[in-house]
């Protein structure tokens, strides 16, 4: 359950990041993960990830699968999506990073129950092995703190949260509309909706997703899934990311799929409403979700197709 609820559900983990304080004290820098370029990359422009084109009603929108990671050398987008995204009107993403109320509401989903104290201890180790302190966290639940953990384990591969698509994204945006207009930017979902998608109610499976996430940070496990998962996404492998539950180690049982429909596909009807009712309100939009959002039978360009949209993929490379 742990590898879905960090390969799924990384946007809050991402904006936790936003919160982070100094590094751990008394920490040798030998043991944190090694700092990434500095630089971008200075060739040309290359297209990564997935990228459709939904037509309807005389328009054009458009649907970008995204990884909430990134390297310094995706920071410029290729021209393709370049160009998908000055054609819009509004930039739709999952949450708005930019939100001043989005801090408050991560913090309210506060520890529930006091955590026993073997597990404090291996979460304190945690934060310790990614040189983090753990107080710039302790406001928030923790399975976030296990989740945004996870996702500075990304600093291993040289992908940072920093270069996550959606940010680029938001900042392009500002610039990049029509004529060079800002582009609104409209949050598809809240915090709290992403918050009740990914943490359980039962206090007990709180405690169980925590030792298993733990127990994977430990053994360096969840590293050789995000690799293979951000690997599938530059190459724009539609076909790997859709096959993600053989490999991911995070559909072993019948609570783990029953997790996995809530936490994605559960969700994805009220993301396709929010892309159609912007297109049908005459709106061009550039949503950007998460691409594994993009898979299977209640994916969402099969769900935008279901309500009326022309769904082209636009193939990038060769």
């Not at 458009?62 to 509004?90: E, I, M, N, Y």
Request: net charge neutral; glycine share 8%; proline share 7%.
């Amino acid at each position: 359950m742990w590898m879905l609820v960090c390969r799924r559900a990384l946007t809050l983990a991402a904006l936790a990041l936003f919160m982070l304080g100094a590094s751990a004290p008394g920490l040798c820098a030998a043991l944190c993960p090694p700092p990434l370029p500095s630089a971008a990359s200075r060739g040309a422009p290359v297209d990564r990830g997935l990228l459709w084109r939904l037509t309807r009603d005389g328009h054009s929108s458009w649907l970008f699968g995204t990884l909430h990671v990134g390297k310094p050398a995706w920071s410029r987008l290729g021209p393709r999506v370049t160009a998908a995204l000055q054609a819009s009107d509004l930039l739709a993403v999952e949450i708005d990073p930019g939100d001043p109320a989005l801090a408050q509401q991560l913090a309210e989903a506060g520890p529930p129950l006091r955590l026993p104290t073997d597990l404090q201890d291996r979460l304190a180790r945690a934060f310790e092995r990614a040189c983090i302190a753990p107080a710039s966290l302790a406001a928030l639940h923790p399975l976030l703190q296990l989740t945004t953990l996870t996702v500075l384990e990304a600093r291993w591969l040289g992908l940072d949260a920093a270069y996550a698509q959606e940010l680029l994204l938001l900042a392009r945006s500002r610039r990049e509309g029509p004529a060079g207009a800002a582009l609104r930017v409209l949050a598809l979902e809240t915090a709290a909706q992403q918050k009740s998608a990914l943490l359980p109610d039962d206090p007990a499976e709180v405690l169980a997703t925590l030792e298993q996430g733990l127990a994977q940070l430990e053994d360096q496990r969840g590293r050789q899934v995000l690799a293979r998962l951000a690997l599938a996404w530059e190459r724009g492998d539609l076909a790997a990311l859709a096959t993600y539950e053989a490999w991911c180690d995070c559909a072993t049982s019948e609570a783990d799929r029953t997790f996995m429909r809530r936490l994605n596909d559960e969700r994805n009807p009220a993301l396709a409403e929010g892309i159609a009712a912007q297109h049908h309100a005459g709106r061009r939009v550039f949503a950007a979700v998460g691409a594994l959002h993009m898979t299977g039978p209640a994916g969402l360009p099969l769900l935008l197709a279901q309500r009326g949209f022309r769904v082209e993929r636009i193939v990038f490379g060769p």
